[in-house]
């Protein structure tokens, strides 16, 4: 099956600075998440990336599926960014059963 | 209602007895899908659901392990003589359709003592 590595596994920024997370998997895919797990557990979606470029505020990602990664890009960080970010593919079978990443925990200090 | 919905959002039981954990779906999703989150595992796929077909049990990581969704809307997972290694939280996602996000529910937490 396809598998996913995220990177790097721990990140500590300080307030204000930027961060890049990055995802490689090993097989084409139809669909790529990236969520963002909240200290309470709730997974948040962030974005539906399956290629390209998509942005939403102080966060961007950029997906280049014929060299199967992903990047997640956290501009300006806040306290709140701090928790685990998700990778998360969906293979050719297109059956939506998503395959994570073992996660990036980000802390961001005041 | 808006998001997806989990109950109970806690549960701790005795080894060996049965749960059954909820999840009440985005309206109008014709998709359902069940993942655990371990400390040791991750997060995993168990079972899919989409519309009327029968569901992938691929997942499922034993014969103790069961689903249903009735009426194409809400879920029940059922968890027969509970072992200490089910402890994990369980999650529930829908989605619309082929080539769309999946929104999660907050989960469920379930210890087994």
């Known amino acids: 099956g396809i598998q996913v590595e995220q990177s790097p596994p721990d990140l500590i920024l300080q307030e204000g600075a930027n961060s890049t997370l990055r995802c490689n998997f090993s097989d084409s895919v139809n669909n790529l998440q990236w969520f963002h797990q909240n200290p309470w557990g709730q997974l948040i979606n962030l974005f539906y990336?399956?290629?390209g470029t998509k942005q939403n505020g102080r966060l961007s990602a950029t997906t280049v599926a014929t060299e199967r990664y992903s990047l997640l890009y956290i501009s300006s960080s806040q306290t709140t960014d701090s928790g685990v970010y998700f990778c998360?593919?969906?293979?050719?079978?297109?059956?939506?059963?998503?395959?994570f990443g073992q996660g990036t925990t980000l802390q961001v200090k005041p | 209602g808006a998001g997806v919905s989990q109950s109970p959002s806690n549960k701790v039981t005795e080894k060996g007895k049965d749960v059954e954990l909820r999840c009440d779906p985005i309206s109008g999703h014709t998709a359902l899908y069940w993942y655990r989150q371990s400390l040791g595992q991750g997060l995993e796929f168990l079972i899919y659901f989409q519309g009327n077909s029968a569901p992938d049990k691929s997942g499922l990581p034993s014969d103790r392990f069961s689903a249903e969704r009735t009426g194409g809307s809400v879920s029940t997972l059922t968890i027969q003589r509970t072992q200490q290694e089910d402890s994990a939280v369980y999650l529930c996602?829908?989605?619309?359709?082929?080539?769309?996000?999946?929104?999660f529910g907050a989960g469920t937490r379930l210890s087994v003592l």
């Open positions: 998360a593919v969906d293979g050719s079978s297109n059956t939506g059963k998503l395959i």
């Open positions: 990336i399956p290629s």
């Open positions: 996602a829908s989605r619309i359709g082929v080539g769309n996000i999946q929104y």
